[in-house]
């Protein structure tokens, strides 16, 4: 599908959406009602990567097959690994394939667990014979992907004698680590996190508990960008939110200030306000630990004609596709002028937008959401728009709801 997108006839409407619940929540939670069938859970995601997660749990032997969904993947590793009985095949799509694992799985190995690679060494397809692990101590280094940490850590307290990890080298993503740790925290699973190690205490049964998914903050992000690039004084409302969340994207209220939105905390509503305030002329940003939520800003930062040095993005290269290679291309194609290394971006302040360029989206949810916003300083085309379900499904339906004008192309 690919979708033309330009600004609303007049301002953009003032609507509250509900966004649905955070993916990386939603596959925690499924995971671990999978370990304790006590555990209820609401606000559960839409996604596409929360539906192969719910349906991967369910299987039991043969092919699990989880298409883009890193956390899938990742977090079912382990699952699967600790289950006495169950044989499978983890499998995903081409480019999961060329996504690392073998820091999971040799932690795994480490720790006695049966698993070995279909085709190419350290990467997906596995095939996993799962077995009763009592080995509790294990090293990995920390630098490439939070996932494999977390995927140790929500299984852990299915194990006899928990989980004690040492992470080597410089920690990545880690509001995703204490993301999880606090869900533990919600089940009444024991845990710490002191310098670089990480405990988990077993738990046999688990006290009957509703985990509420809060609304997905990297979703939010698609409309902080369009707050940004609007008039002052447009508004949306976004539901269902809360100020202390466990979600490392929050982080986005206190840096789309610098671009003149100003969140209000109302309930469970967040209202993003654009208001009058001077543009910095550059801004830089550290965004190891909200890797998702580059793509928004380099296009914000580009929407706005600022200056940006975007840092800390050195696991943009293994997500859904090479982030930098393909940003540093889009934004070339509407004129941009950026440069990109292995971790970090820079964009020059442009004055003009190069308009009906057809952005592609390298089966990359965020590639065709980031671009999303910039309908409101020129027309564009989204390649191959449909991927956005991969986090976000009704993504086109809402910003329709706006006044944005979609239509098919
Ligand atoms: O644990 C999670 O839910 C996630 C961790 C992050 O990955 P990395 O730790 O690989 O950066 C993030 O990019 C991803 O979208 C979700
Ligand atoms: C990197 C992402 O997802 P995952 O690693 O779970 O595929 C993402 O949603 O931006």
Not at 136 to 153: E, F
Not at 363 to 377: E, I, Q, S, T, V
Request: overall charge negative; charged content about 20%.
């Amino acid at each position: 599908m690919k979708l033309h997108i330009s600004k609303p006839v007049s301002n953009l409407i003032k609507e509250s959406i509900k966004i649905t619940g955070s993916k990386s929540e939603s596959n925690r939670s499924l995971l671990l009602k999978a370990l304790y069938s006590s555990i209820n859970i609401s606000n559960i995601s839409n996604s596409d990567d929360a539906i192969v997660m719910e349906k991967g749990l369910q299987i039991t032997t043969g092919e699990v097959d989880i298409h883009h969904a890193g956390t899938a993947m990742r977090f079912l590793t382990s699952y699967f690994a600790t289950q006495e009985g169950k044989e499978i095949t983890l499998t995903g799509s081409q480019r999961m394939t060329e996504r690392p694992i073998k820091v999971l799985v040799e932690a795994l190995q480490s720790l006695g667990a049966d698993i070995s690679y279909v085709k190419n060494e350290g990467y997906p397809p596995i095939h996993i014979k799962g077995k009763k692990i009592t080995k509790n101590k294990v090293s990995l280094p920390a630098d490439i992907s939070s996932q494999y940490i977390s995927s140790l850590l929500l299984t852990a307290p299915s194990l006899e004698n928990g989980i004690e990890l040492e992470l080597v080298g410089k920690i990545t993503s880690v509001p995703y680590i204490k993301m999880t740790l606090a869900l533990l925290s919600q089940i009444g699973v024991e845990s710490s996190f002191v310098g670089n190690t990480i405990t988990v205490s077993s738990k046999k049964e688990v006290a009957t508990t509703n985990l509420v998914v809060e609304s997905d903050w990297s979703s939010a992000s698609y409309y902080y960008g369009l707050i940004a690039l609007s008039d002052v004084g447009s508004q949306i409302t976004l539901s269902a939110y809360k100020e202390n969340s466990l979600q490392g994207d929050s982080v986005l209220a206190k840096i789309y200030t610098d671009f003149g939105v100003q969140t209000t905390f109302k309930e469970n509503q967040i209202v993003l306000e654009k208001i009058q305030k001077e543009q910095l002329p550059k801004v830089i940003i550290d965004l190891a630990n909200a890797p998702d939520i580059a793509q928004t800003i380099a296009v914000t930062c580009f929407g706005l004609g600022v200056a940006c040095h975007l840092t800390g993005l050195h696991t943009l290269k293994i997500k859904e596709t090479d982030r930098l290679e393909a940003l540093h291309t889009e934004l070339s194609k509407l004129g941009a002028n950026i440069t990109v290394t292995n971790e970090a971006l820079s964009l020059e302040p442009s004055e003009n937008i190069i308009p009906d360029v057809a952005i592609d989206t390298y089966n990359d949810h965020r590639m065709a959401m980031a671009f999303g916003p910039l309908a409101l300083k020129t027309s564009l085309f989204i390649n191959d728009a449909g991927v956005v379900s991969k986090s976000y499904p009704d993504y086109w339906e809402d910003f329709k709801r706006l006044g944005i004008v979609i239509k098919e192309a």
